[in-house]
T-cell receptor
Framework: DAKTTQPPSMDCAEGRAANLPCNHS???????VYWYRQIHSQGPQYIIH???NNETNEMASLIITEDRKSSTLILPHATLRDTAVYYC???????????FGTGTRLKVLA | GAVVSQHPSRVICKSGTSVKIECRSL??????MFWYRQFPKQSLMLMAT?????????EQGVEKDKFLINHASLTLSTLTVTSAHPEDSSFYIC???????????????FGSGTRLTVV
């Protein structure tokens, strides 16, 4: 299963863009990168996913490097409600399991 | 969108008793569901894969006799913590995949979690 590495914590000023990096250097060619976030004592919430191309939705943008070994989740205008733990996950093409890494604890500061 | 409901959201039980947690897919049929547990300030740890109509597949180190999983229908999986002890106190979360999502697009939806406290 492809492993992901994320910084343990980050701070971001409210209204600014939050850029959360993820390293997934062992990703295989057909494996997707998924991003979820977990607000305290809730289940993880889907944010965005991608394979090769950059993706954007109403919540965030996902930038995947050309070699697919890393990606960055961008929250364009962070709010206090974006304070959460953000998980980058590579879905195993063999087992179809989500294996969670340690995630990044994002704190948005007023 | 796909919705997964988990019940109860919070339960307190006495040591030695059993507790059942339900996970339901509300607007889709889920042939596969997953169960996780999460200790405070830690990440989610996959416990088992629940397959409709067959035995669950447990991750290494998870006691199958302790954590009984039943996936009797396409919309319901249950996790029973048997003979619970204080060390079983944790946050339990289920997830399921909407099979209408095709190709390699295997996004999963998570339940809201169950906080189990064993006293």
């Amino acid at each position: 299963d492809a492993k992901t590495t994320q910084p343990p914590s980050m701070d971001c000023a409210e209204g600014r863009a939050a850029n959360l990096p993820c390293n997934h250097s062992t990703i295989s060619g057909n494996e997707y990168v998924y991003w979820y976030r977990q607000i305290h004592s809730q289940g993880p919430q889907y944010i965005i996913h991608g394979l090769k191309n950059n993706e954007t939705n109403e919540m965030a943008s996902l930038i995947i490097t050309e070699d697919r070994k890393s990606s960055t989740l961008i929250l364009p205008h962070a709010t206090l409600r974006d304070t959460a733990v953000y998980y980058c996950i590579v879905l195993s093409s063999g087992t179809y399991k989500y294996i969670f890494g340690t995630g990044t604890r994002l704190k948005v500061l007023a | 969108g796909a919705v997964v409901s988990q019940h109860p959201s919070r339960v307190i039980c006495k040591s030695g008793t059993s507790v059942k947690i339900e996970c339901r897919s509300l607007d889709f049929q889920a042939t596969t569901m997953f169960w996780y547990r999460q200790f405070p300030k830690q990440s989610l740890m996959l416990m088992a894969t629940s397959n409709e109509g067959s035995k669950a597949t447990y991750e290494q180190g998870v006691e199958k006799d302790k954590f009984l999983i039943n996936h009797a229908s396409l919309t319901l999986s249950t996790l029973t913590v048997t003979s619970a002890h204080p060390e079983d106190s944790s946050f339990y979360i289920c997830s399921a995949r909407d099979p209408r999502r095709t190709g390699g697009d295997y996004g999963y939806t998570f339940g809201s979690g169950t906080r189990l406290t064993v006293v």
